[in-house]
């Protein structure tokens, strides 16, 4: 039998009542929101590149399926509402290893130059 893997997906929403709930993908669903082993993106980006039909169609599903922080196994990719100020500063790559170096502390660059 063949069980799909889901992956976590932070949700950071600028609203002040915001939860920074966390949510669960299937690996499918997952490859759509993020592909090419983006982890960082915004709604606006999402919906743009996989087109409105197709979002709503997983986000759907996916708010279906909220996780505790404190069960979730890992963070797999964070996902950005209300707020496309951002994306003047997340990285090209959308890759967590792939942040400007002046934005993250030391020892961030030393794991994340060890991971490119």
């Known amino acids: 039998m063949h069980f799909n893997l889901m992956k976590n997906i932070l949700i950071v929403d600028g609203a ?20 090419n082993g983006e982890e960082i993106d915004l ?3 999402v919906i743009e590149r996989t087109g409105q039909a197709v979002a709503e169609t997983i986000f759907a599903r996916v708010w279906e399926r909220p996780v505790l922080k404190s069960e979730a196994q890992g963070i797999h990719a964070t996902l950005i509402y209300d707020d496309p100020s ?3 500063y997340l990285p ?7 942040w400007d170096e002046s934005s993250i ?12």
């Open 16 to 35: 002040m009542n915001a939860t920074f709930s966390v949510f669960q993908a299937t690996d499918e669903e997952f490859a759509t929101l993020f592909p």
């Open 86 to 88: 951002r994306r003047d």
């Open 105 to 116: 502390n030391e020892a961030q660059r030393r794991l994340f130059r060890s991971r490119r």
């Open 43 to 45: 709604v606006e980006d």
């Open 92 to 98: 090209p790559s959308r890759r967590e290893i792939d």
